[in-house]
């Protein structure tokens, strides 16, 4: 058990469809993170959240729009999707402030998405 | 760019032999280094970490790890598989140079056979 969980854990969207991945840590950190994972590619970070504020963007397309309403709560919104969207989303969290390159994450076991 | 390189893409052993897990940084400072395990249908789970000190780094399940900067390796061993081991793994270098960057390498599949 790692204290992350997130839901739901496998989800099949049309490409006009809107969505939304959520993520709850309940370890009381600080930072929260969502990653991309998909086949045969590394984990790709994509936002980073500290005390829910925004800390890192690594150029993600606006299709993809977080929102982190407490430091427990991390969503991830998706609109207008494409088929190359399809992967393994992952969050995180950490208790620093998600900015210390020391902190050790705690991963959630993902959403499946599959856009058709 | 910082990268990292883990060279076999999947690697199969015999449950009870040992198993070594190669994993290749490029990176001009001393860098934050990790592994972590997925198990199917899981998310990541540390394995163990070097940030400095002793070069030779225990972790989890039996798990161990060396850090050798002559060769920009951070190698993981275990002496003795076990069925359970079946997982992929990632090699992580985190820079240190006050920035967050966490780049993942690609990749280890692990098979166990009986």
């Known amino acids: 058990e790692t204290g992350v969980t997130q839901t739901p854990r496998h989800l099949v969207m049309g490409m006009t469809n809107k969505k939304s991945l959520k993520c709850e840590q309940h370890l009381g950190h600080n930072a929260m993170y969502w990653y991309k994972q998909s086949a045969k590619k590394p984990l790709e970070l994509m936002f980073v959240y500290s005390l829910e504020e925004r800390v890192e963007n690594n150029s993600v397309p606006s299709r993809f729009s977080p929102e982190c309403p407490n430091s427990s709560h991390l969503f991830l919104h998706l609109h207008t999707l494409q088929p190359e969207d399809s992967a393994l989303y992952l969050c995180a969290s950490s208790q620093g402030n998600g900015v210390a390159s020391t902190d050790t994450q705690y991963f959630g076991p993902g959403t499946r998405l599959t856009v058709l | 760019a910082q990268s990292v390189t883990q060279p076999d893409i999947h690697i199969t052993v015999s449950e009870g032999a040992s198993l070594e897990l190669r994993c290749n940084y490029s990176?001009?400072?001393?860098?934050?280094l990790f592994w972590y395990v997925q198990s199917p249908g899981q998310g990541l789970q540390l394995l163990l970490k070097?940030?400095?000190?002793?070069?030779l780094v225990q972790g989890i399940k039996g798990f161990e790890a060396e850090f050798k900067r002559s060769q920009s390796s951070f190698n993981l061993r275990k002496p003795s598989v076990h069925w359970s081991d079946a997982a992929e793994y990632f090699c992580?270098?985190?820079?240190?140079?006050?920035?967050?960057?966490?780049?993942f390498g690609a990749g280890t599949r692990l098979f166990v056979k009986a």
């Open positions: 992580a270098v985190v820079q240190n140079t006050g920035g967050f960057k966490t780049i």
């Open positions: 990176y001009g400072a001393t860098p934050y």
């Open positions: 070097y940030f400095s000190g002793d070069t």
